[in-house]
């Protein structure tokens, strides 16, 4: 593991990540975490949008066993309807 420091919870909840580890990970402002906890632990793992081409690749994957599957538009309608009404 890289560097150590330590840091305080504000009033307001928030925690300032140091500069040094900051730069050593390569976060800017707007990066995105989640948060995880249990006991005394807290984790945040950085979480980052895939690329338009990993994502269209995924999505090409998704359609294609789909397809294999017989899933059909009108079966994705209904499932989407029945998880909206759930809430």
């Known amino acids: 593991m890289g560097n150590i420091a330590t840091a305080k919870l504000s009033s307001k909840g928030q925690i300032v990540i140091p500069e ?3 730069k050593e990970l390569g976060l800017e402002p707007g ?3 989640v ?5 005394d632990v807290v984790i945040l793992k950085k ?5 338009r081409r990993e994502f ?3 999505a090409r994957k998704v359609r294609s066993q789909a ?3 017989g899933v059909k ?3 994705l309608k209904k499932a989407v309807r029945a998880s909206r009404r759930r809430g």
């Open 47 to 51: 979480i980052e949008a895939p690329d």
């Open 56 to 58: 269209l690749a995924l």
């Open 67 to 69: 397809r294999k599957a």
């Open 20 to 22: 040094e580890v900051r």
């Open 31 to 33: 990066a995105q975490f």
């Open 35 to 39: 948060v995880m906890g249990e006991g």
């Open 73 to 75: 538009r009108s079966d």
